[in-house]
């Protein structure tokens, strides 16, 4: 175990810092240090300890015991606003912009610019945050109302409005989860320019070739303890996962049970919308895990989204278990056996403030939980309590609310939702965004499971090295079309970039696999 070591060079140190809430040690003696001018990677489970420590920095939660120092001096945060002036900025992964504000609002609100100290000069408040969005080289309209933007573009406003306080430490809480990357690249020039003397970055992320990109050292925290710091560029990932989750993780596994003539569930043919996507075609076979991979903005998420009726298309056709279907709405789709796990999970896939049972039985409330206009509790608790032991979900009952759980958890609570439904046919769009090394793992052995079982899967993912290790099939987008369809075995990170990069009327083919071209009529 490394010991914290102190110095001049010393920008923020934590040491000896304990907290709980009741029932739960939430830390235990943790220690770290960042030294000025570097970028900190911090890493654990969900659940280490990560977030309770920054809200301790932030002064959201005040510690039990322990110190922190910060430029050498004590640190004693006594809220968020004091954090904020002496010189602490946090960018949560929860957003916590006002929709119906512009962008220039949300970036200074409560610090708006006044004509004599009462009236708002909406003038100087956009040009002081287009020269801030500017210096940032952020594409973003401060006039733009922040509800009506992308998740990456809300989140590029976070950014901008943490930075807006010119802080000397920024702690960054899982900043690239809603990014492309070319919004990534974009994210780590800004983070190198941020960094120089008597400034530094704790950036708290899953993405291990991220924080081996942008790190110089990185920190372990593990069950709410220190576990160890490491130079960057003497440490491997695997090493990495280890140190989080107590043992070794097979990060070079690839999918299991490859193999052609399975029966094709779901036909698309010739699907489009009228604002991306064009011809798309597709086929879905039994026991399958296809991966959708591309570009944010490619219009995989859109296929999604069209195919269960929550967008509208404009053309195309779709044949479940060989029989044209016609979807209106996601409900025609969950009648049909098809379930839709959004990429939002906590706005669109729970009811936060319910309980677990209530989330799990959602979707199957009306056909399987209510007898003569009442709730089958007995009944609904009792399929709860399968699932939640089916599928290895941590909660101390079924009576805790969703809005407590970690996040893969709350995946679960979603992925139990649909298969109380009993649907054939499961849509997972970004399954694992926000969830750790270890949780992922677990997911990624559910996705297994279901797909041995019969279920077939569509699984949507940013993140390569997921879609390689998950597919048996992956479908290329960009721009709205599919570029091509791989094999397992011809799959690379190299050729899906390729063909997630290149221009659709560049191809001299349709994107189609042969094998896929052999199942046509």
């Given amino acids: 175990m490394t010991g914290v070591m102190t110095g001049p060079d010393v920008l923020l140190e934590v040491e000896g ?14 220690r770290l240090e960042l030294r000025s001018g570097e970028v900190l990677a911090l890493v654990g489970e969900n659940g280490a300890g990560k977030s309770t420590l920054m809200k301790l920095l932030s002064g959201i939660h005040t510690p ?6 910060l ?14 002036e002496t010189g602490i900025s946090i960018i949560h992964q929860e957003f916590n912009l006002v929709p119906h504000l512009t962008v220039a609002q949300n970036i200074f609100i409560g610090r708006e610019p006044r004509r004599a100290r009462v009236l708002l000069d909406e003038r100087r408040l956009n040009a002081d945050a287009a020269e801030l969005l500017d210096r940032l080289h952020l594409p973003l309209d401060p006039r733009a109302v922040a509800g009506e933007l992308t998740v990456a573009h809300q989140q590029m406003v976070e950014i901008a ?6 802080p000397r430490v920024l702690i960054m809480d899982e900043p690239t989860a809603a990014l492309n990357d070319a919004e ?14 008597g400034t530094g970055v704790i950036y708290i992320s899953h993405r291990m070739e991220e924080i081996k990109r942008i790190a110089d050292r990185v920190t372990v925290i593990r069950d709410g303890e220190y576990i160890g710091t490491r130079e960057m560029a003497g440490v491997t990932t695997p090493e990495i996962i280890a140190l989080m989750v107590g043992r070794a993780i097979d990060t070079e596994a690839r ?21 991306l996507l064009k011809d798309v075609s597709f086929d879905l076979r039994h026991g399958e895990i296809l991966g959708f991979a591309g570009l944010m903005g490619a219009g995989r998420t859109e296929v999604a989204r069209a195919l269960v009726g929550a967008d509208r298309p404009t053309g195309g056709s779709v044949t479940l278990h060989g029989r044209p279907v016609r979807i ?11 379930g839709y796990l959004s990429e939002d999970r906590k706005r669109y896939g729970l009811l936060l403030e319910q309980d ?10 009306a056909d399987s939980f209510t007898r003569a206009g009442f709730v089958a509790d007995r009944a609904l608790r009792a399929t709860a309590e399968r699932y939640v032991g089916t599928l290895r979900i941590k909660t101390p009952s079924v009576d805790q609310t969703a809005r407590n759980l970690s996040g893969g958890n709350q995946q679960k609570v979603v992925i139990a939702k649909w298969l109380a439904k009993d649907c054939d046919v499961l849509i997972f769009d970004e399954p694992t965004r926000g969830i750790d090394v270890g949780a992922k793992e677990e997911i990624y052995q559910l996705l297994g499971e279901l797909a041995a079982q019969g279920k077939s899967i569509i699984m949507i993912s940013s993140e390569l090295p997921e879609i390689l290790r998950m597919s048996h099939r992956v479908v290329v987008m960009s721009e709205g079309r599919v570029t091509r369809v791989l094999q397992a075995a011809e799959a690379t990170q190299e050729t899906i970039m390729h063909y997630a990069t290149v221009r659709p009327d560049e191809l001299p083919g349709d994107g189609e696999d042969e094998e896929q071209k052999a199942g046509r009529p």
């Avoid at 810092?17 to 943790?30: E, I, W, Y």
């Avoid at 409005?161 to 010119?166: D, M, T």
């Avoid at 990534?184 to 003397?197: E, N, Y």
């Avoid at 709405?329 to 098809?338: E, R, S, T, V």
């Fill in 356 to 365: 677990v049972k209530a989330n799990i039985a959602l979707s199957a409330l």
């Fill in 17 to 30: 810092v304990n907290k709980s809430f009741p029932g739960v040690r939430a830390l235990h003696d943790m």
């Fill in 71 to 84: 430029g050498g001096r004590p640190y004693e945060p006594s809220g968020p606003r004091h954090a904020l």
């Fill in 161 to 166: 409005k943490a930075l807006s306080y010119r």
């Fill in 255 to 275: 999918p299991q049970d490859v193999r052609a003539g399975r029966e094709v569930v779901l036909s698309v043919r010739g699907l489009s919308t009228k604002a």
């Fill in 184 to 197: 990534v690249a974009t994210l780590h020039g800004l983070i190198r320019r941020f960094t120089g003397p």
């Fill in 328 to 338: 209106g709405n996601p409900a025609d789709a969950a009648k049909l056996g098809i």
């Fill in 64 to 69: 039990d015991s322990g110190s922190f120092r």
